[in-house]
């Protein structure tokens, strides 16, 4: 009953540097993600996380393969879906209320509709009073909440996350992680999460997909089946959760040694 | 990060007394015939130069032409300057081609081509305008060049998912981001701008205040050409104080940096 939200199709990405030979960030990956589904990707830095993150937005287009986002091919930007990027890429020279309107002015929404949206969102992610700070008047953790408003207002059905707590300490991170899980478990958007944190993408997901070191291949898929819902901080300590860490910490721990080592593993 | 804090009050106690004591000094030297006031002047006769200039009114005349070609030359040469930057950064090939010409110019002393600006557009206000156009315009293309293309790829990429077209993309993402390049070179552009209009009323013109120390130099009248710097001292002081305020304004997004 449940449909295909993102549907890759041997996405394969070749990057040409001048001079080098050309470097294969992605070989034919596929992989489907359902509506409504929390999906992480976790794998050695380099295996082209970001890089299928890019893809799927539209923002980069692949060598070869298709890419699908809620049943239409992707070729252009996708503003459909809502991006978190791993750095900062708020407006600096807007205020937390101009950052968080943005999307829907945008779209055209009139201005007094867009700030009353964009007040309520402020307001959901904790940060009524902070209207009209600028983003460097906030904590990493702030701005991190400025940025979920700002994706979430325009109500996008499909999240993709590329690191997006990377930057922050572990208290704030815990804190982001499940306000971020209290968010879905609400709103149910279907969501893909690139990390390197396998703790992370165990707490949060449904299912975690690791990914080879460069060129980046799908090489196992696991299905998380913790009950919800959960709290990041409470669930670690959990029995089924190390089981589920160790068996694919077994599977990702090869490609991390490949990535560090320079070789390919051959399995 | 380290913060050392200075007592203002000594720091503007210390500057007094330096200024007085130069001035005593310098006063002082005259009265004593160390020092010859044809060459040197003296403050005395500075400032009875100042108060006959502010009595007749005259002084007025010139400060308010040299700023009204300033300003031309300034706002001429913002517009001009934040247009090319604009074009030359948004296509990769006006970019390539011009980007090096632009430098070569800017490489030129400017100051040289004054003599031409005056042969060709004559000893009124329009030599002056065109002589401070040309330094500012230089200034804010390469700021406007630079504030685009150094906007944060993930900013732009932030602004399309959100939804930006063409144009919001520059009136939300790359205007601000050169704006804020233009803001940080403001300084020196208004520097600019004053020093070209004075250059060009000092080398050929009949008012305005570098026509005030051109005129009393080829009278040999040292105390004119000290009263005509003190004049644009202050004049440059005055301006400097309006910048930080404007700048303060505009840039309230911006850290501030010891303020």
Not at chain 1, 140 to 148: A, D, F, Q, Y
């Amino acid at each position: 009953m449940s449909q295909v939200q993102i549907r890759l199709e041997r996405i394969t990405m070749r990057f040409r540097r001048r001079g080098q030979e050309p470097f294969t960030a992605l070989q034919d990956v596929s992989f489907e993600v359902e509506a409504g589904r929390f999906v992480s990707v976790v794998g050695p830095s380099g295996c082209g996380r970001s890089t299928t993150l890019s893809i799927i937005a539209g923002l980069l287009t692949p060598t070869s393969g298709e890419v699908w986002l809620d049943g239409q091919p992707v070729s252009g930007v996708q503003t459909n879906v809502g991006f978190m990027f791993q750095r900062d890429a708020l407006f600096p020279w807007k205020t937390v209320l101009d950052n968080v309107m943005a999307g829907l002015i945008f779209r055209k929404v009139p201005r007094q509709k867009a700030r009353d949206k964009a007040l309520e969102w402020i307001r959901r992610v904790g940060l009524s009073g902070f209207e009209h700070h600028y983003p460097y008047q906030l904590s990493g953790g702030m701005r991190k909440r400025v940025s979920l408003a700002q994706t979430l207002v325009y109500g996008p059905q499909t999240l993709l996350m590329d690191e997006p707590f990377s930057a922050l300490d572990v208290q704030t991170r815990d804190l982001m992680e499940n306000e971020l899980l209290a968010l879905w478990q609400e709103l149910r958007k279907t969501v893909l999460f690139i990390t390197h944190d396998l703790e992370e993408a165990i707490a949060l997901s449904d299912e975690v997909i690791v990914m080879t070191a460069a060129p980046g291949r799908v090489k196992a898929r696991y299905a998380i089946d913790l009950p919800r819902p959960r709290n990041v901080l409470d669930i670690r300590t959990d029995l089924h959760f190390m089981q589920l860490y160790e068996q694919i910490w077994a599977d990702l721990r090869d490609e991390v040694m490949a990535s560090h080592s320079g070789i390919r593993s051959t399995s | 990060m380290e913060q050392r804090s200075v007592n203002t009050r000594l720091v503007w106690t210390v500057r007094i007394v330096l200024l007085v004591g130069f001035l005593a000094f310098w006063e002082g030297g005259v009265r004593a015939g160390i020092l010859d006031p044809f060459f040197y002047s003296s403050p005395g006769q500075i400032l009875t130069r100042l108060a006959q200039w502010t009595r007749d009114g005259s002084i007025f005349q010139h400060i308010g032409i040299t700023l009204w070609e300033m300003m031309l030359g300034f706002t001429i040469g913002t517009l001009v300057g934040m247009v090319l930057g604009f074009i030359m950064a948004r296509s990769a090939y006006l970019g390539a081609i011009f980007e090096p010409v632009m430098a070569l110019f800017n490489a030129i002393p400017r100051l040289v081509l004054a003599p031409l600006f005056i042969l060709w557009l004559g000893l009124g206000i329009g030599s002056k305008v065109v002589m401070s156009l040309a330094l500012v315009v230089f200034v804010v293309f390469f700021a406007t060049y630079t504030g685009i293309r150094e906007v944060d790829p993930a900013l732009i990429a932030n602004a399309r998912i959100l939804g930006a077209g063409s144009n919001d993309l520059t009136r939300h993402v790359l205007i601000p981001s050169a704006l804020s390049w233009i803001f940080s070179s403001l300084r020196t552009s208004v520097g600019f701008a004053l020093i070209g209009a004075v250059v060009g009323e000092y080398l050929g013109s009949t008012r305005g205040v570098g026509y005030l120390v051109s005129f009393a130099e080829s009278m040999f009248d040292a105390g004119g050409v000290f009263a005509g710097l003190v004049v644009m001292v202050i004049m440059a002081g005055g301006l400097d104080f309006l910048i930080g305020r404007v700048e303060a304004r505009l840039t309230a997004w911006k850290p501030q940096h010891g303020r």
